[in-house]
């Protein structure tokens, strides 16, 4: 059973600081690393995408991977109150399952 | 623009019934997934589908079939409702080219909200 683990929300942070989404992930096959954004009541929405170990920057959002630690983060500097969502960490192993695995996601939110 | 659609966006059955929910997409996308979406457990895959006449079960895939006759759509039939079965179910699609493509990621329709009484 391939686990993921997100750190235990809600999370929250105000307006302007810096936001640390944290994910562990169990399955060493995994290559790439995904995450999405959900706001409540909507769809998961792709924001951030990391295949290498080390930082990946866009905009506010820094993706950071470790593999050898099997960990992957997300940071997002000054954070918005509009950043207030749930944001779900998955890996995906590229073998023959070819499937994400979702973390439970951690609910942020961001204080005006 | 491509898009993933789903329909309807909010169903309300009886437990027993056969409810189909529909998924089409127009990215032309091999790859299809259906998942499902509960409090406390977070998207949990059900079937999906590495392409025409392919599908394949997930990790929750009892009480649930899938088929794949085209390229843009796949559908889940309930084939009994439960009450188990109420959740939100979330379609998605990727294209799948190797390993670091970014063709791996899932882009997901909206959403349907079914309720099982």
């Known amino acids: 059973q391939k686990e993921v683990e997100q750190n235990s929300g809600p999370l929250s942070v105000p307006e302007g600081a810096i936001a640390s989404l944290n994910c562990t992930y169990s399955?060493?096959?995994?290559?790439?690393f995904f995450w999405y954004r959900q706001y409540s009541g909507k769809s998961p929405e792709l924001i951030m995408s990391i295949y290498s170990n080390g930082d990946k920057e866009d905009g506010r959002f820094t993706a950071q991977l470790n593999k050898a630690s099997q960990y992957v983060s997300l940071l997002i500097r000054d954070s918005q109150p509009s950043d207030s969502a749930t944001y779900l960490c998955a890996p995906f192993e590229q073998g023959s399952a070819r499937q994400l695995t979702f973390g439970s996601g951690t609910q942020l939110t961001v204080l005006p | 623009d491509a898009e993933i659609t789903q329909s309807p966006r909010h169903k309300i059955t009886e437990t027993g019934r056969q409810v189909t929910l529909a998924c089409h997409q127009t990215w032309n996308h091999n790859n299809m997934f259906w998942y499902r979406q509960d409090l406390g457990h977070g998207l949990r895959l059900i079937h999906y589908s590495y392409g025409v006449q392919d599908t394949n079960k997930g990790e929750v895939s009892d009480g649930y079939s899938v088929s794949r006759s085209n390229t843009e759509d796949l559908p889940l039939t309930l084939e009994s409702a439960a009450s188990s079965q109420t959740s939100v179910y979330f379609c998605a699609s990727s294209e799948s080219k190797g390993q670091g493509s970014r063709s791996n990621e899932q882009f997901f329709g909206p959403g349907t909200r079914l309720t099982v009484l």
């Open positions: 399955d060493r096959g995994s290559q790439s």
